[in-house]
C-alpha cells in the first residue's frame, strides 16, 4: 500500500546551489510528522516542492503513489493536499469568513460551503464570534486559527505546516499545538509540520525527520528524537551548527 506523500530521492537547485540532496520522506495517512533542522538546512523548500511551487532536478514526489511533476498547485490541492504557510499570510482586509471562504475555492454547491463553514465555527469557536471582522484586527493567535480553518475549507487528507507556533507567545503556542493534535485526531487529517523549535514538534508529533545542509540526517519515532541525549544536546538546547554537526555525525558514526 503506498504512502498518503512520498518523497523519492528528492534532488532541488537553486542554479548552482544544492538546496535538497536525495531527500526521502514517507508521510502515511493519519499520521503527524514533523521536518526539523536549522536555518537554510531545506525545510521551506521541502515545502515548496510539495506544493508544486518548486520542481525536482531529480527524483520524485508522489501521492497515493501517483507523481505530481507537472501539475499545479491547484491540481494538488485537489488531490488532497493543503498548507499553513509560514507567518499564517490571512488576508487583512477581508473577514474571518471571507477568508475561509478563499479556502474553498476548490468545493462546489453553496449547502456545501455552508456546512464546511459551520464545521470551522464548531471547530473554533472564536472565529464564529468575529466572523464578520475584518482578519487584520485578529491576534497572532486567532490569525493562526484561520489559517487553520482555512486550510480545511478544501477538505485536505494532508496539511503541511510551515513554523505554524512562530512569532507566537507561549500560551498561544500551547492552544496551536493542542489544535493540531485536535485536527489529526478528530478529523483524521495528516499534518507534515516544518518546526524550528523541535521539542514542540516532538511533543506532539509520531514520527520526525532532521535535516541538515539538504540532507536527511536523522529519522525515527519522534519519542526517540526527543530522547536522544545526543539531539537534545544540539537540537533542542540551541547549540551552534557546529554542534548539531557534531552530534549527528557521531550519531552516524554509531550506526
Known amino acids: 500500500m503506498s504512502a498518503l506523500l512520498e518523497f523519492d530521492r528528492v534532488n532541488v537547485h537553486y542554479g548552482h ?10 508521510i502515511d495517512s493519519g499520521e503527524i510528522v514533523c521536518l526539523l ?16 511551487l518548486v520542481h525536482p532536478s531529480s527524483g520524485e514526489v508522489r501521492i497515493d503513489g501517483e507523481a505530481t511533476t507537472g501539475l499545479s498547485t491547484a491540481q494538488i490541492i485537489r488531490r488532497g493536499v493543503a498548507s499553513v504557510p509560514e507567518a499564517r499570510r490571512v488576508f487583512p482586509d477581508m473577514t474571518i469568513e471571507e477568508n475561509l471562504l478563499v479556502g474553498a475555492y476548490t ?11 459551520e464545521q470551522q465555527y464548531e471547530l473554533f ?38 513554523e505554524p507556533t512562530m512569532g507566537l507567545a507561549p500560551i498561544v503556542v500551547d492552544q496551536v499545538l493542542e489544535t493540531i493534535t485536535r485536527i489529526n485526531r478528530e478529523l483524521g487529517v495528516a499534518v507534515f509540520m516544518v518546526e524550528q523549535n523541535a521539542e514542540l514538534a516532538l511533543s506532539i508529533a509520531h514520527r520526525g525527520y532532521v535535516l541538515a545542509t539538504g540532507e536527511v540526517r536523522l529519522a525515527g519515532p519522534a519519542h526517540e528524537l526527543l530522547h ?9 538546547g540551541q547549540r551552534d551548527e557546529a554542534a548539531v554537526e557534531a552530534a549527528i555525525e557521531g550519531t552516524e558514526g554509531q550506526r
Open 37 to 52: 533542522g536549522g536555518n537554510a538546512s531545506g525545510k521551506s523548500t521541502t515545502m515548496k516542492t510539495i506544493l508544486g
Open 228 to 236: 536522544d541525549e545526543r539531539i537534545r544536546e544540539a537540537y533542542l
Open 107 to 117: 468545493v462546489r454547491g453553496r449547502s456545501v460551503l455552508r456546512a464546511d463553514l
Open 125 to 162: 469557536p472564536r472565529l464564529a464570534e468575529r466572523r464578520r471582522q475584518l482578519a487584520g484586527t485578529m491576534s497572532g493567535g486567532e490569525q493562526q486559527m484561520l489559517a487553520f480553518g482555512r486550510a480545511l475549507m478544501s477538505h485536505p487528507r494532508l496539511i503541511c505546516m510551515d
Open 17 to 26: 546551489f544544492h538546496a535538497l540532496r536525495d531527500v526521502s520522506y514517507t
